[in-house]
Structure formats: C-alpha cells, structure tokens
C-alpha cells in the first residue's frame, strides 16, 4: 500500500503533487534544491544551474480564469495576464493556504533514484539526498517528478557550421535577463518560439536592429482576442473541441488556418510554418507583427554558416557586422539523479509515456512524471488532474484496470490536445463533467460549460475531490475577467 511519496521539485506541479497526496491522505516529502518554491517563476537576476530561469518582464500566456488551481481562483483584482512577480505571489498564496510548506525541504538536492532490490514485489524506491554536504537515503513508495522542462539548455551548435569563429557574443536564451547591454547592437535570435519573440520585440526597443531566425516558422496569436477578452476563454471550449473532432479534417484545417490568420496574414510577415496545418503551440505575441512593419525586427530563414562578423543565411543573403547572437532553441528533458536511463526513454527530445505521466516499462507504476505534456491549454490545470490521476494510479483504484506493460497500449508523446486529454484523466479517476445529467438538473450551468471557456474549475464539480465553489467561480467568470 502506498503510503510515502517523494515529490521532485517546488514549482507549480510539485506544489500539486504536494497537496493531492495529503487529500488523498498520503505522506508526500517534496524536495526543492533552491530556497524557495516557484520553480520557473521565481525571478533570478543570474540563471542559476540545474534551475529554470526566466528573463524579467514574462508575462504568463494564458489568462487567470484558465491557469489557476481549479480550486483556488485569482483574486479578483488581478489582471487577465500577469507578470511573473504577480504569479509567483499567487503561488506562494497557494501554498500557504494549503498548508504545503511544512512538507518541503528546501536547499535539498536529489541526487539519486533507485529501485530497491525488491520492486518488482513492492514498488518502492530509494532516493538519495544532499543538504549542506551532508547525504541522506529514504525509502518511498512512490516518486512523483516535478522537476520541469526548462531546466537543460538545447544549444545545437554542430548545427550551426562556423559558429566557433564568430567573434560576436553568443549564448542561450536562458542566460538573456534584460536589455540594456545590447544598447545600439546588431543581434541575431534564433529560434521561433515564446522566448524568441518575446526577446527580439523587447531588444528592438533598444538594439540598431534585430534579425530573427527561423527554420520552419510559426502561427503567432496575439493575447487579445474577438472584442478584446483573452484569446484562451473564447479559443479553449468544450463546443470547439467537439466541432473540431466531427467536421472532415479537411474543413477543420481549413477552419484553423483561417482562424490563425485573421489579424495578419503570416505568408505576407515571413511567419507562414512550413507544415500550414500543424497544430503546434502557438506564439503569443501581441507586438511582433508591428515590430516587423516598423523594420526593427527583420525576419530571416535558417542560418546557413556563420563567419567572423558575420552570417550568411540559407536564401543566400549576408547580414554583416552581427553583435551577439541568441540561441532561444529550447530545452532538452534530462533527469540525471535516475540511475536506470532506460526508466524515461527519451529519443529526439520525445518522450514516451503512458497518458504522459506513468513510465510504461515499470513492473509497479509508482512513478508519476508531472508537466511535461503541451497542449494549448495551460499547465496549472493540467499538473493538477495529472497529479490526481497519478495519485489514484498509486493507489490502485478499482476504476483502473491493473496497469501493466502489456496493458499499456500505445504511450503518448508529449504533443495534445488540450480538453481532449484534460477529459481522459478526468473520466478515469471519476471527475469529467457529466453533460446530460448537468442539463437535466442545472441547464444555466451545462450551457457555460459546454459553450463557455473549459475553465479549470469544471474539473473540481463533481466526482472525488469536488470543491463546493466551483459552480460558482464558473458562473462569475466572467465578471471577474471584466473587472
């Protein structure tokens, strides 16, 4: 019977973990090797190693109504997108008003996971720790894995031919925290993603001039959507999810497409991705389109070689006197205290695991790695379901069927949709909304459900776990993204 359970790391997914073992009556012990909780939204002027860092002005993506724990809404009072100051405040409000603190130790590192001799038996690991010098060994029955995925740095330099006699100043994206030192420069960033666009808008507001590279290109969705509301609450329903899964795949790209392009048309901004109906997560962005019509930022193709003061570019076209060059090419998943590699097999940066969460090949899934599946909803909900399911997987809930290798059937890669998946953890532990008995008993409530945002809180309305405010936080949800 599982009863203890180590948590890996302090962020928003540990702080999840931390709080569903103690409502499931478990013993978690979570272990932060840094002084405080957070994780990737705990500002730090310098990156600091084996810890994920942002630069200062991060604003979140997706909007308070959709990101919050599902039974712990935002004051009403804060913005519909917050800087990383004010999310990190809400975390720390979290933690304090479940109590989760006493349970974690900070200035601890884990250095090691093992199974015991006896796993195949009782599922039970062996986690080694560090504090102060000093190494300590526990024995748990469970481990849950919240260590993040922007921790280990992506820089593919090899390729990148010539990057070695570039005397200009190159660096990962994870080391940019501001940008007063690129002053009247000529900078380079490489990579299409969040951190990307984020950097060459905020550079372009400082630098002589910014290139921004791309290979394969990007949808870039801006926060604002129709009438000015968040683009998450309009975009992320339970109605679209179901038009999307019945109209022909074709109509549906079709539909796709066309919603992406109805601010700006990406062919005509050098944004178009390559595979047009790929449903890869999004940029937000709500400055890039108009930072490349003023010229400050200026798009360009795949590097093709760089050369001491300069790079040439695959389209043939030279850009000289380059200062600095910003590799924002994303991170790597890497779990160096697991002694046995082949627990989290990871081939091209993909990993494979039963709905994301469970290692497929453990004799005892006592194993939970929480965070790392994208979708284009947002990670608080989703490390807080995913917990819950792990949680009932440890304890080998009669709603699951023995979960073996055999049993597995495929493990899902990393990339999904949102509700879609959301629905699956949700049916298995016995909290997906019902919609008939919903319109049958409380049709104002089935309507916003179905129709409205697919907020976090419809996963707290019924089932285990239910919290008596949801319909509630559901019905002003509204009111307070106005406010």
């Not at 481990?143 to 820089?155: A, E, F, K, Q, T």
């Not at 090419?329 to 993909?350: A, H, M, V, W």
């Not at 917990?387 to 997987?393: G, N, S």
């Amino acid at each position: 019977m599982v009863r203890r359970v180590a948590v890996v790391g302090a962020g928003v997914s540990g702080l999840a973990a931390t709080k569903c073992c103690l409502d499931e009556g478990l013993e978690p012990t979570c272990f932060e090797r840094s002084e405080d909780i957070g994780g990737l939204w705990r500002y730090t002027d310098q990156a600091e190693d084996g810890r994920a860092s942002i630069y200062r002005t991060v604003f979140t993506n997706s909007c308070k109504e959709m990101m919050c724990y599902p039974d712990f809404p935002f004051p009403d009072d804060h913005p519909n997108y917050m800087h990383n100051t004010r999310l990190q405040q809400y975390i720390c409000k979290y933690a304090e008003h479940f109590d989760l603190l006493r349970h974690i130790r900070f200035k601890t590192l884990v250095t090691k996971v093992k199974k015991r001799p006896d796993f195949s038996v009782t599922g039970q690991w062996e986690v080694v720790t560090q504090k102060d010098g000093k190494e300590e060994t526990a024995v748990f029955d469970a481990v849950m894995i919240c260590s993040g995925h922007h921790v280990y740095p992506n820089l593919p330099l090899t390729d990148f031919p010539g990057i070695q006699k570039f005397k200009g100043h190159y660096f990962h994206s994870r080391e940019y925290k501001e940008p007063e030192k690129f002053r009247g420069k000529k900078v380079l960033i490489i990579g299409l993603g969040n951190s990307g666009c984020d950097i060459a808008v905020e550079l372009s507001t400082v630098a002589s001039q910014v290139y921004l590279s791309s290979r394969s290109g990007s949808w870039v969705m801006s926060r604002v959507w129709n009438n000015g509301y968040p683009w998450d609450m309009l975009v992320i329903t339970r109605f679209w999810t179901w038009l999307g899964n019945i109209l022909p795949r074709a109509l549906s790209d079709w539909l796709y497409v066309r919603g992406m392009n109805r601010f700006f048309k990406h062919e005509n901004f050098g944004l178009m991705p390559l595979n047009r109906t790929s449903r890869k997560e999004p940029v937000f962005n709500d400055d890039l389109p108009s930072r490349i019509a003023c010229g400050v930022v200026v798009m360009k193709p795949n590097v093709k070689e760089f050369r001491e003061t300069s790079v040439l570019f695959q389209d043939g076209t030279v850009q000289d006197d380059v200062d600095a060059v910003v590799f924002a090419t994303g991170y790597g998943y890497s779990y160096p205290f697991l002694e046995d590699d082949s627990i989290i097999k990871s081939r091209d940066n993909q990993v494979s695991l039963y709905k994301g969460i469970v290692p497929p090949q453990l004799e005892k899934p006592t194993m939970a790695v929480i965070g790392l599946v994208q979708s284009l909803g947002p990670i608080i909900p989703t490390v807080d379901l995913q917990c819950r399911w792990a949680v009932k997987v440890f304890q080998g809930s009669p709603s699951f069927p023995l979960l073996s290798p055999q049993r597995y059937g495929n493990s899902t890669t990393l990339q999904t949709d949102y509700i879609t998946y959301m629905d699956e953890l949700a049916s298995a532990i016995g909290v997906k909304p019902n919609m008939l008995k919903l319109l049958l008993t409380d049709p104002r409530l089935a309507l916003e459900v179905f129709f409205g945002p697919c907020s976090p809180y419809q996963f707290r309305l019924m089932g285990p776990g239910k919290w008596s405010g949801a319909r509630k936080a559901i019905l002003t949800q509204w009111d307070r993204t106005l406010q």
